[in-house]
């Protein structure tokens, strides 16, 4: 009896190939965006975390949010949910990896830069806890959406100085803090950033509180720190704005009532000089009720 071995031909090698190939191009994309919803899904998680640990904070200071009192890590609001929250790795967002020292290189000598001149090394001024990474959520401080609506400040901050003067600090003076118990020298400001009244929201569930950002700390959610990168950026301004929109064209935000949401970057112009945020910008004030119309923010007056 004669035996054949038989085998693949060249041409059927080359359409298994081509099918793979073409699986693959299909399927890859797919698989990238089941990690970026992945990634988005724990971002948002974290941000409801955060909202806890500040509804806790509320409640124990006379239902007033955090202020900011020093420059850096320290002098942000989300420093101060550490003690309810016990960890400071829930302010790292998943899609937000730049490194401090990588904005420390670039961004500590910025002075003419719109975000300022930072000492972010670790054990720095401004990074006394050694942070790694840079964090990815800011708080409207509001210090930029200040308005004459009711004759007061309307960002979710009520400071009723000018942003130059309250971003002064005293130079001269350093005060000892605990945080998660390590013990730091924190380098307060001039003057303090009162935080806002939970009575003074008018509502909360339209109020955003923390939302991603990729502004250094005192990390804010201002329009700045949230569109994408243009051509006259300084090197440091491309540095952090480089993944923006971050979540596929999006951000994640969480309200002062402590629900979190995503909403679809929108890029609107405004007489600002940023492209806006989100839909509805009047939800960055807290005089906002969602009929009334604080620094005209329907009708551009931003």
């Given at each position: 009896m004669k035996h054949t071995r038989s085998a693949f031909t060249l041409i059927e090698l080359l359409v298994v190939i081509a099918i793979i190939a073409i699986l693959a191009a299909i399927l890859f994309p797919v698989f990238a965006q089941a990690r970026e919803k992945a990634r988005a899904i724990s971002c948002i998680s974290n941000e409801k975390q955060l909202g806890t640990g500040l509804m806790m904070y509320v409640q124990d200071y006379d239902e007033r949010l955090p202020t900011s009192w020093a420059k850096?890590?320290?002098?942000?609001?989300?420093?101060?949910?550490?003690?309810?929250?016990?960890?400071?790795?829930?302010?790292?967002?998943?899609d937000f990896t730049v490194s401090t020292a990588?904005?420390?290189?670039?961004?500590?000598?910025?002075?003419?830069?719109?975000y300022g001149a930072w000492d972010l090394a670790p054990g720095g001024r401004d990074n006394p806890t050694g942070e790694g990474q840079m964090w990815g959520y800011g708080f409207n401080v509001g210090p930029t959406w200040f308005s004459t609506y009711s004759g007061s400040a309307d960002g979710l901050m009520a400071d009723p100085r000018t942003s130059a003067e309250a971003s002064g600090y005293d130079g001269s003076t350093t005060v000892p803090m605990s945080i998660l118990g390590h013990m730091i020298n924190v380098t307060p400001r001039k003057y303090v950033r009162p935080?806002?009244?939970?009575p003074e929201i008018a509502a909360p569930s339209l109020i955003l509180m923390v939302g991603d950002t990729m502004e250094p700390p005192l990390s804010s959610i201002q329009l700045q720190a949230l569109r994408p990168t243009q051509?006259?950026?300084?090197?440091?301004?491309?540095?952090?704005?480089a993944s923006n929109p971050?979540?596929?064209?999006?951000?994640?935000?969480?309200?002062?009532?402590?629900?979190?949401?995503y909403q679809k970057y929108t890029g609107q112009a405004t007489n600002w000089g940023d492209p806006g945020s989100v839909s509805d910008l009047c939800t960055y004030f807290k005089a906002y009720d969602g009929g009334n119309n604080p620094g005209n923010c329907k009708t551009g007056g931003l």
């Open positions: 850096g890590f320290p002098g942000d609001p989300l420093f101060f949910v550490q003690p309810y929250l016990k960890s400071l790795g829930v302010l790292h967002c998943p990588s904005a420390n290189t670039t961004c500590g000598n910025a002075a003419n830069d719109s935080g806002a009244a939970l051509a006259t950026d300084s090197p440091c301004q491309k540095l952090l704005n971050r979540h596929t064209g999006g951000w994640n935000f969480m309200h002062v009532d402590g629900h979190a949401k």
